[in-house]
């Protein structure tokens, strides 16, 4: 079985989250929960129905993820973008999300 962890988008904002293993969402990929069997997945599958349900998140999916040399990484292109920005510039001035925030 290929692991797996659960995505979603707040509801409040739209940002991409991700299930940790203390049943949070988190805006980092790194910090999800990795479903590595069937009971797992279903346990995720669950939890995303119950937030949705909440309205605390929205377009939830359990997506395959890779581990390479300690980082997770989705396998599908839509998924990679969801986590680390934009894979091309996408305007003039535009940092994406790993840029510091300025007060």
């Known amino acids: 079985m290929v692991d797996k962890v659960l995505t979603a988008n707040r509801l409040a904002d739209g940002i991409s989250v991700w299930l940790n293993a203390a049943g949070a969402w988190t805006e980092s990929l790194q910090d999800a929960f990795v479903a590595r069997h069937a009971e797992a997945v279903t346990a995720l599958e669950a939890a995303g129905k119950q937030a ?38 996408y305007a003039a001035g535009y940092k994406g999300l790993h840029a510091e925030q300025t007060a």
Do not use: Q, T
């Not at 949705?52 to 890779?66: L, Q, S, T």
């Not at 973008?81 to 091309?88: C, D, Q, Y």
């Open 52 to 89: 949705f349900a909440d309205n605390k998140v929205v377009d939830v999916n359990v997506i395959e993820i890779e581990e390479v040399d300690g980082v997770l990484r989705p396998l599908r292109l839509r998924e990679r973008i969801r986590a680390e920005g934009p894979s091309i510039d």
